[in-house]
């Protein structure tokens, strides 16, 4: 997998299993917290299909603390560094952080993306770090800081702001020197939104999607979903995940960040198909 250009137009959907590596993390903190567990589980994942391991320090969940960086590198960098022994060569590795010091930190572990929930902003070095680097990096929509940034979030339109403020931070990697090529986009589900505010990113990825670079979805287990399926466990949320998937696969989305990989796979691969069909059918019209 070329790590510049894996989320070809005419590739599949790409699938991200997550691997948190915290004890507070909003469905899974705690479990992963042991090497051999967590690379037990980064290894069952792309069993299971995952073309990408997304591997965090730092729970983002909405009331979470910030993490030093120094203890980010504790838990991430020896399972980065087991895994890249161990993984296939076409399996990339995420860091997911805001921190440019852990990010530098994995990558000469062995991680090949990075995933930045603040979309460079929480720390000045991380767009510059991408640029040296020459690594992919998400640039993710955020309303406030996670410990508060649930606190009556508010939008006049929510795709339209959220889509404003892709582009600008598009414009700010682009200046850092991160090539075009290498940027990716994510609208935050759940980052500083309401669940009528998620629902109406979902409904207008189409319109996200058209800004250009890749688009990546992470709406797995989220609270809103908990919400619309009255189901407090967020672990029995797959189904509602796999929707997501399909809807954001429809739409163009090209990666999805899930807990949940074996099903999402499916899912992606269905609604795959069956866009590729419709795009076939209205080519021969």
């Not at 203890?71 to 590795?93: F, N, S, T």
Request: charged share 20%.
């Amino acid at each position: 997998m070329n790590s510049a250009t894996p989320w070809a137009p005419q590739s599949a959907p790409l699938i991200m299993g997550i691997l948190n590596i915290t004890p507070d993390s909003f469905s899974d903190g705690g479990r992963y917290l042991e090497r051999e567990q967590a690379c037990d589980h980064a290894l069952r994942m792309v069993a299971e299909g995952a073309d990408l391991i997304d591997i965090g320090g730092e729970s983002t969940r909405p009331g979470s603390q910030p993490v030093p960086a120094a203890e980010q590198i504790q838990r991430v960098v020896p399972v980065i560094r087991a895994l890249h022994e161990h993984l296939p060569e076409r399996i990339r590795i995420s860091i997911d952080t805001t921190s440019a010091k852990v990010a530098l930190a994995a990558l000469a572990a062995g991680a090949a993306w990075i995933n930045d929930t603040s979309a460079g902003r929480d720390d000045p070095d991380m767009l510059h770090c991408a640029a040296e680097q020459a690594v992919p990096i998400v640039l993710m929509h955020r309303r406030g800081m996670p410990a508060s940034m649930q606190q009556s979030p508010r939008y006049d339109d929510v795709v339209a702001e959220v889509g404003s403020f892709l582009a600008d931070r598009i414009e700010a990697a682009i200046s850092a020197g991160v090539a075009e090529d290498r940027i990716l986009i994510d609208p935050g589900i759940g980052f500083g939104k309401t669940l009528e505010h998620n629902l109406a990113l979902l409904a207008g990825l189409s319109e996200l999607v058209r800004i250009g670079p890749p688009l990546l979805l992470g709406a797995s287990r989220k609270r809103f979903l908990g919400a619309l399926c009255r189901e407090p466990d967020a672990t029995r949320l797959m189904p509602a995940t796999c929707a997501t998937t399909t809807l954001g696969v429809m739409a163009g989305a090209r990666i999805f960040r899930v807990h949940d990989v074996a099903g999402n796979r499916q899912a992606a691969d269905v609604a795959w198909a069956v866009r590729q069909s419709a795009q076939v059918e209205v080519g021969h019209r």
